[in-house]
């Protein structure tokens, strides 16, 4: 052993008879929760990951690999099986109020009413919950985009599950502020992604389930939608390529100075529209990032810069503030991805394929002006 193997333990010894006939050591560092050693891979990557695997996790490390010359055993805690319902009571709670939020947003509940008090605010309340018509399209709005945005995130956990991948339950994020009611829904990954296969899997999973979902709720929104003069909208929404297609398909051509004049459900299905695209972007920890590092590693970054420019871009053609909003929660997040356990064995044909397939998702369902006031 060289000099770099400074700090000397009986682990390293002990986990490095482990790599027999997989990893050739020259060296080794330990580390606080982790022993690193450099030397020579013997096998492919994906092989060594599946030899070494049950031989270390016993000791209660998994191994990483990032270079041909260097593998990482890296100290964890396995999750108990209860883990997956871990802190139930808040998922439930935050469902519960987006629930709650989406409602008053479909219904038409003014929030702001409640800087005139809370009377005003409770005979507003009283008044839309006592209007039969306004409760029916509140719970059809509400239905509809917490159906989209749950099958999305139960396409992300589902995924994770199958591959051993420990995840949370789904956090909704209330928001009670027109036009959506809601910031959408998040899982926490609870134990490393073991390669680019599954990080790719579980990121384009959730993009692909939400749609199934969200196009039959957009179509059957749009025929019940009429069709009425524009200057009659107070506000009107944006149009991508899939939803003009779906507009033109469902209603056939509008004449100039009409459109169609939103049923609760349309708007929950373009919003699922809208919100896919934003998580199809190749950015931080967005669908689109772990997407684009699976097929691209480490050279991800190139097309998250890229794709920056891209949002400044439509912000400067169509003037949608939301657009540098995007862009600096992405830059606020950290454009870094962290690495799978296997970061070498690229992806397959047939996933490769599917990633040519997120991208134009992604260009077909962005919409360069979310909502514009008329």
């Known amino acids: 052993?060289?000099?770099?193997?400074?700090?000397?333990?009986?682990?390293?010894?002990?986990?490095?008879?482990?790599?027999?006939?997989v990893f050739a050591i020259q060296d080794w560092q330990a580390l606080d929760s982790m022993v690193r050693f450099r030397g020579r891979l013997l096998v492919e990557p994906e092989a060594a990951m599946s030899i070494l695997s049950p031989r270390i996790e016993p000791y209660g490390y998994v191994p990483m690999i990032?270079?041909?010359?260097?593998?990482?055993?890296?100290?964890?805690?396995r999750p108990s099986a209860s883990a997956h319902w871990k802190g139930w009571p808040l998922n439930v709670a935050l469902l519960v109020g987006t629930g709650v939020t989406t409602f008053f947003v479909g219904a038409g509940i003014d929030i702001s009413i409640i800087s005139l008090g809370f009377a005003a605010a409770w005979a507003h309340l009283l008044g839309v919950l006592g209007d039969s018509g306004r409760v029916l399209q509140g719970a059809m709005y509400s239905g509809s985009l917490l159906l989209i945005l749950g099958s999305h995130e139960l396409g992300h956990y589902l995924t994770a599950r199958a591959y051993g991948v420990h995840v949370s339950l789904p956090y909704f994020i209330p928001l009670p502020v027109w036009p959506i009611?809601?910031?959408?829904?998040?899982?926490?990954?609870?134990?490393?992604?073991?390669?680019?296969k599954v990080l790719f899997d579980i990121g384009i999973a959730g993009p692909i389930l939400g749609m199934v979902v969200a196009v039959p709720i957009l179509v059957i929104g749009l025929s019940l939608s009429p069709v009425i003069p524009v200057s009659e909208f107070g506000w009107q929404e944006g149009n991508s390529f899939a939803y003009l297609f779906l507009k033109w398909l469902v209603k056939g051509p509008?004449?100039?100075?009409?459109?169609v004049n939103l049923h609760p459900m349309a708007l929950a299905g373009w919003l699922g529209f809208f919100v896919t695209a934003l998580n199809l972007m190749p950015l931080s920890q967005l669908d689109g990032g772990h997407i684009a590092y699976a097929v691209l590693g480490r050279g991800h970054r190139k097309i998250v810069w890229l794709f920056l420019g891209v949002l400044i871009v439509l912000f400067l053609g169509w003037q949608w503030p939301g657009w540098l909003l995007w862009a600096a929660l992405a830059v606020g997040l950290g454009l870094r991805h962290?690495?799978?356990?296997?970061?070498?064995?690229?992806?397959?044909?047939?996933?490769?394929?599917?990633?040519?397939?997120?991208?134009?998702?992604?260009?077909?369902?962005?919409?360069?002006?979310?909502?514009?006031?008329?």
């Open 181 to 196: 009611g809601t910031m959408g829904a998040i899982i926490r990954m609870r134990s490393p992604i073991p390669n680019r």
């Open 338 to 374: 962290p690495p799978p356990l296997d970061d070498l064995t690229p992806l397959d044909p047939p996933r490769r394929l599917l990633a040519v397939v997120a991208m134009v998702m992604l260009a077909i369902l962005i919409t360069p002006a979310a909502i514009r006031p008329l």
């Open 1 to 21: 052993m060289s000099a770099w193997a400074r700090i000397l333990e009986p682990w390293p010894f002990v986990l490095g008879r482990e790599l027999v006939g």
């Open 66 to 77: 990032r270079s041909p010359e260097e593998l990482t055993l890296i100290r964890i805690h």
């Open 254 to 259: 509008i004449p100039a100075g009409f459109d």
